[in-house]
């Protein structure tokens, strides 16, 4: 009788324990589920991310601006080169050769020019000469045209002095014509600026650039790849050589599904992280830009329904987002790693897809520009060497430009 008594108050007891943990338990979950839906809603909802997604960057194709024999390779693959340094050189016989006529030709050009300033100067004084032979003819005549009358002077000495004057007036006439002549051929023009100079002088400068290109320098700074170039190899003009990859500004290619593109805008923050570092390191980059369309839509045979390779699948179009120097300065990153990228959708200023024009200047190389300059003080040292008037200089200079080749 005692035990049944007992037993009815410990059975309430661990049933009203039970409600209490259940309840617990559900209050638990509850508020789990709330947190999670503030979370997601205040949080999750505003960010995009994925896992398809590579570090992308410039790789520079070295190709040969002119045909020739590899006689010298001065880099290989997995070499960091500096913008101008040169990384293959071509045999220089024939573009040498080239250069040495094409200078003597201007050389010629410019002495021939001279000759025509020369010669002008020297019909100017032939038409003086003319001009005061015709003066005298015209001072005869008037003379013996005033003794006429008294007889002092016979008719045929008379007809003589008409026939003098104008053997003179034709005389000044054909050198005033040939004066003419010779003008059009330098008229407004210096020797630096004539016509036949500045042809040789083209030549001249075709030559050296040719020459000057036997040496391939590296248009940027960067590491050599994909190195396909030999010794004693004939190459074409524009035949691939290597490569050099530019690491220090490098980007990521994220492709992002179709139904996560609603909310991004440029200049959306964005988390990084890379496998070769793992989940600690963090990159903070922005969104640049988006691909004009889906990776299918420039694939070699793009999905078309018509030619039957059609199939309805969720699309990625290539989000490029940009990196910060200074971390990549500090972890750098190669091309073709595997990323993760989370965007922040936060901020929904601005257009999805913004016209934003890219800065000229942002890819340029300066390299190529000395080959110019170089070619422009050849030039300007031959003809100063032969208009007689800057040899010394001249000379000087061209013991500067012949060290360097």
Do not use: C
């Not at 789990?32 to 520079?60: K, M, P, Q, R």
């Not at 050769?97 to 020297?122: C, D, I, P």
């Not at 030559?207 to 004693?232: D, F, H, N, W």
């Not at 050849?378 to 500067?400: E, H, K, L, M, P």
Request: hydrophobic share 45%; no cysteine.
């Amino acid at each position: 009788m005692t035990e049944e008594k007992l037993e009815g108050p410990i059975a309430a007891d661990a049933g009203s324990k039970r409600r209490k943990w259940i309840s617990i338990v559900v209050a638990v979950f509850l508020v789990g589920a709330i947190g999670y839906g503030l979370y997601y809603a205040l949080v999750l909802n505003h960010h995009e991310s994925t896992d398809d997604a590579y570090v992308n960057g410039n790789v520079v194709q070295i190709t040969s601006q002119v045909a020739g024999t590899v006689v010298k390779i001065d880099a290989d693959d997995t070499d960091f080169v500096t913008a101008g340094k040169v990384l293959v050189r071509l045999d220089t016989a024939d573009s040498r050769v080239a250069l040495a006529q094409a200078e003597s030709q201007l050389a010629k050009t410019v002495r021939q020019v001279r000759n025509l300033y020369a010669t002008s100067s020297q019909m100017q004084a032939a038409v003086a000469q003319h001009d005061a032979e015709l003066s005298k003819a015209q001072d005869d005549l008037n003379r013996r045209e005033r003794l006429i009358s008294s007889g002092a002077v016979s008719g045929e000495e008379i007809q003589h002095a008409r026939d003098a004057l104008r053997g003179a007036e034709a005389a000044s006439n054909a050198a005033r014509q040939q004066l003419a002549a010779q003008q059009a051929l330098v008229d407004r023009t210096t020797v630096e600026d004539h016509p036949d100079v500045k042809a040789a002088a083209a030549k001249v400068r075709e030559a050296y650039l040719a020459y000057s290109r036997t040496e391939i320098p590296a248009p940027v700074a960067g590491y050599v790849a994909k190195r396909t170039v030999q010794l004693g190899q004939r190459v074409a003009a524009g035949a691939p050589l290597m490569a050099v990859v530019t690491l220090d500004d490098v980007w990521v290619y994220a492709n992002f599904k179709e139904s996560q593109l609603r909310g991004m805008r440029v200049g959306q923050p964005a988390e990084v992280t890379a496998d070769l570092y793992g989940n600690k390191l963090k990159y903070h980059g922005r969104i640049a830009g988006f691909g004009a369309g889906t990776g299918g839509a420039f694939a070699l045979l793009p999905a078309q329904n018509a030619s039957g390779n059609w199939i309805k699948i969720v699309q990625r179009v290539p989000v490029r987002v940009a990196l910060d120097r200074e971390e990549l300065k500090s972890h750098p990153l190669q091309v073709g790693l595997s990323m993760q990228v989370k965007v922040d959708t936060a901020g929904q200023e601005g257009d999805r897809l913004p016209k934003v024009a890219r800065n000229s200047a942002a890819d340029a190389s300066t390299v190529f520009d000395a080959f110019d300059k170089a070619a422009d003080e050849r030039v300007a040292s031959i003809i100063a060497a032969n208009d007689g008037r800057g040899a010394g200089r001249a000379v000087a200079s061209t013991a500067v430009l012949s060290a360097k080749r």
